[in-house]
């Protein structure tokens, strides 16, 4: 069983930051997901156990970095030049068998609850 407790969202002007936070209570390979209001959700990033390899989603390559720090048994997001359309309730998810569907829900086997992003235009 892995749990995992989201931090760090909030509201914040167009062109600002956020840093999320993922506090996971394994090592796995982990993901961060978003879903708006009548969307379905989505991929936004993922990252390798070892921290070794990226992805991310076309909507965000270049302005948000995700990352982990294996002491700490974390994952965070920052996000940067932030936008109205990235407004969502963001989750991590961690993946106890990477099989390579890194962008798909399906993939994941544990979620957390959820943080709100909200960017003000």
């Known amino acids: 069983q892995v749990q995992l407790v989201e931090s760090g969202g909030g509201l914040v002007q167009a062109g600002g930051s956020l840093r999320l936070a993922c506090a996971a209570s394994g090592r796995t390979f982990m993901g961060w997901f978003r879903q708006a209001p009548g969307k379905e959700r989505e991929f936004v990033a993922a990252?390798?156990?070892?921290?070794?390899?990226?992805y991310y989603a076309d909507s965000v390559k270049g302005r948000f970095t995700i990352s982990r720090d294996n002491a700490k048994n974390t994952v965070y997001l920052q996000m940067t030049s932030l936008k109205p359309d990235d407004t969502a309730v963001y989750y991590c998810?961690?993946?106890?068998?990477?099989?390579?569907?890194?962008?798909?829900?399906?993939?994941?086997?544990?979620w957390g609850q959820g943080t709100q992003v909200t960017v003000s235009s």
């Open positions: 990252i390798t156990s070892s921290g070794g390899a990226t």
């Open positions: 998810a961690a993946d106890r068998f990477y099989s390579g569907d890194y962008a798909y829900t399906r993939e994941y086997d544990y």
